[in-house]
């Protein structure tokens, strides 16, 4: 019987290879004791929520596949052996994902392979419809990112949507292009959970309730209203921004998305939706891992979760993707901030 860290099992993980794990740390010439030591200095490096324990007892258990690594000691294994999810053996890798993934070692010159690292992670920020611009919005991330160094800007400023549903990604994916570019972040949950709590205690519901009617009918509209606002703050002084919301309602409203459009575009300012694709049980290990209160419904009826939500659904106008499948983004993305951090520190 394969055990999930936390509980349950692992019924069946697709291409998960435990010999692999283990390869990674004798190549690297760790002993149990020791990789666990290194783990847990990555992860604090890195400023990963979750920091592991790694004693050797679990990190045995890992490497013969008696224990499937967690969400938080998947992406320190990744950190610290410098590799990917596939390459070591957590998962088959997806049609078309990245195999190799090398990081500048801190000791080398400057020779430009830490662009590279971050070019990696953007490429997974694809034309999520035929008229999206993924290049372009790449592009505008990557000179933001060197502007930070170099200074000037050749583009106008840009509003980024990250969607998604619960779990998806999206907030550490629009985090991770906040660290690169240095536009403000808006996230709709930390800047409305304290309203939109006593909103809710005041009209007789659960603080905590996102799934009701009351919520929906009620609450809801006024949560996005709130987050708009303090975009249009910036917009208004033409700062480019990233908002990050689930945005399940708006990106499908083409209504909505083409009003927000006009009234950018008559500021000299670009809107560029990116919806965040996950599967769920990638969405239902993430939404786990983060123990907010307002999942409480979902985890404890994920079925019924499922069956109101549509993992293939997208955006009604032209839009970019990011593959989050089995949390590949957000892989590539924690190796390509420690790039950043080897090469600026």
């Not at 324990?53 to 320190?76: D, I």
């Not at 610290?80 to 890798?93: I, K, M, S």
């Not at 000791?107 to 993924?134: C, F, T």
Request: glycine share 8%.
């Amino acid at each position: 019987m394969v055990i999930l860290e936390g509980g349950g099992m692992a019924k069946g993980r697709a291409g998960w290879r435990p010999d692999l794990l283990r390869a990674q740390r004798e190549a690297h010439g760790l002993t149990l004791e020791k990789a666990g030591e290194r783990l847990r200095q990555v992860a604090e490096e890195a400023r990963l929520k979750g920091v592991p324990a790694a004693n050797p007892q679990t990190l045995w258990q890992h490497e013969q596949g008696e224990v499937y690594p967690g969400p938080h000691y998947r992406r320190a294994y990744c950190l610290l052996y410098r590799a990917t999810d596939p390459q070591l053996g957590f998962r088959a890798a997806l049609p078309g994902e990245e195999a190799a993934f090398r990081l500048t070692p801190a000791s080398d010159e400057h020779n430009g392979e830490h662009v590279l690292a971050v070019e990696r992670a953007i490429h997974r920020i694809a034309a999520g419809s035929d008229e999206a611009d993924h290049l372009g919005v790449q592009q505008r991330i990557l000179d933001a990112w060197k502007r930070r160094h170099t200074g000037g800007d050749p583009h106008r400023p840009v509003v980024i949507l990250v969607g998604g549903y619960a779990g998806s990604g999206k907030t550490e994916f629009a985090r991770f292009l906040t660290q690169l570019t240095g536009w403000p972040l808006l996230d709709k949950d930390p800047l409305t959970r304290p309203l939109v709590e006593r909103l809710l205690v005041s009209l007789g519901g659960d603080p905590h309730d996102r799934h009701t009617d009351l919520y929906r009918e009620q609450v809801r509209g006024l949560e996005y209203d709130c987050l708009m606002q303090a975009a249009w703050a910036n917009i208004g002084c033409r700062i480019s921004t990233v908002l990050t919301a689930p945005f399940i309602a708006e990106m499908t409203d083409e209504g909505w998305m083409q009003r927000l459009t006009n009234r950018c575009a008559s500021l000299g300012v670009d809107v560029a939706p990116i919806w965040v694709q996950c599967d769920p049980e990638s969405m239902r290990e993430y939404v786990g891992f983060r123990s907010a209160a307002r999942d409480a419904w979902k985890l404890g009826r994920w079925d019924e979760y499922l069956q109101t939500i549509d993992v293939d659904l997208r955006p009604a106008v032209p839009h970019l993707v990011v593959d989050n499948r089995l949390g590949a983004a957000i892989s590539l993305a924690d190796q390509a901030r420690q790039a950043i951090r080897e090469v600026y520190a």
